[in-house]
């Protein structure tokens, strides 16, 4: 079955940069996936971060694009995030995330959605 | 850009009781809305897309439904497993932007 694992420090100090990886198994990353990242403030909803093709092509949250970069490793089925000049309101679990584009039973409409998550990874900010 | 609201925000409510959660967009996204499952300490699980499509696996109690700005989760029999929080997500724009719900806990009464 599909399965992702993030990877990376768990603390990182103001202004540095939250560099984080995903291993994928399972699957190939150059598969009709698209590869993206979530976070979750401690005690708070789901963040959307951005998302990946294998191509390279990448979406990013708007609030977010000016820091965010997001690759793709296909030599090693993995992708990445990187966050700049991070301050304290980045510490987060951070989730890598497959999006996939699901079909319904009653029509060839198909629907993006996040089907399969890793099991998130503590990042926090502090000096 | 579209914003998600959830209500209610939280809710106490009894194993076997009829639960319903609203999305609503802040302007029209078709059927382009998922659901999905958080409990504690894990990562969100999909339960429903497009709307109103089970994900497999997915027990049938769940059901959603809506289009356009107004969207419905209902959980038929709440059972003990369910106690969790849920999101919904669009997923309408193009380029592609995902935005999550604040979320609904749905808690033991």
């Known amino acids: 079955q599909v399965q992702l694992q993030e990877s990376g420090p768990g603390l990182v100090k103001p202004s540095g940069t939250l560099s984080l990886t995903c291993a994928v198994s399972?699957?190939?990353?150059?598969?009709?996936?698209?590869w993206s990242w979530v976070r979750q403030a401690p005690g708070k909803g789901l963040e959307w971060i951005g998302e990946i093709y294998h191509s390279g092509t990448t979406n990013y949250n708007p609030s977010l694009t000016s820091r965010v970069g997001i690759g793709v490793d296909k030599s090693n089925n993995q992708f990445s995030l990187n966050l700049r000049s991070v301050t304290a309101a980045d510490t987060a679990v951070y989730y890598c995330?497959?999006?996939?584009?699901?079909?319904?039973?009653?029509?060839?409409?198909?629907?993006?959605?996040?089907?399969?998550w890793g099991q998130g990874t503590t990042v926090t900010v502090s000096s | 850009d579209i914003q998600m609201t959830q209500s209610p925000s939280s809710l106490s409510a009894s194993v076997g009781d009829r639960v319903t959660i609203t999305c609503r967009a802040s302007k029209s996204i078709g059927i382009y809305l998922n659901w999905y499952q958080q409990k504690p300490g894990k990562a969100p699980k999909l339960l429903i897309y497009?709307?109103?499509t089970l994900q497999s696996g997915v027990p049938s109690r769940f059901t959603g439904s809506g289009s356009g700005t107004d969207f419905t989760l209902t959980i038929a029999s709440l059972q003990p497993e369910d106690f969790a929080s849920y999101y919904c997500q669009e997923s309408s724009h193009t380029p592609r932007l995902f935005t999550f719900g604040p979320g609904t806990k749905v808690d033991i009464k």
């Open positions: 399972g699957v190939s990353i150059r598969s009709s996936n698209w």
């Open positions: 497009g709307a109103s």
């Open positions: 995330v497959r999006v996939n584009f699901l079909v319904t039973d009653y029509s060839s409409a198909g629907y993006y959605a996040m089907d399969v």
